[in-house]
């Protein structure tokens, strides 16, 4: 079988505030919520469409986005697609489709100003940042597994 790419490239803003949270290894988990704008002619006339994008990363690029981000802002996300399956609280099969991003770089402000330079402390506008190195509240799906150790090598083929 020949090998597939899973490759996602994302620039959006975010739409809420950064969640981080800590697994039991001690590393960090940062979970995003995109929006990513489209425009489509519609007839005579121009229509925003947004696509709502659920973001997963860690370690070291989890804990910046946790630092530096907040809603409005706009990033660059690179990483792949990943789907897992899982039991809700009621025992229900559910699927989540989710992109776990390997790269996280900070673009300028939010749309129009909004939620840029709004905070105190570190989150503030530095343009272009690289972020090196779960689901939404409500949500019944378990975080994400903890892949931080994981290795390519690892996979048998």
Known sequence: MAAGVNKVILVG???????????QSGNAVCTLRLAVNERRKEGDQWKDHTEWMDVVTFGKTA???GQYLQKGRQVYVEGRMQTRQYKDK?????WRTEVVANQVL???GGERGAGANTGAGPRKNEGARPASGGPPPGDDAPPPPDNSGF???DLPF
């Open 90 to 94: 009621e025992g229900h099969e559910k």
């Open 63 to 65: 804990e910046n986005a």
């Open 106 to 108: 900070f673009l300028g």
């Open 13 to 23: 803003n975010l739409g809420k505030d950064p969640e981080v949270r800590y697994v």
């Open 151 to 153: 290795v390519d090598d």
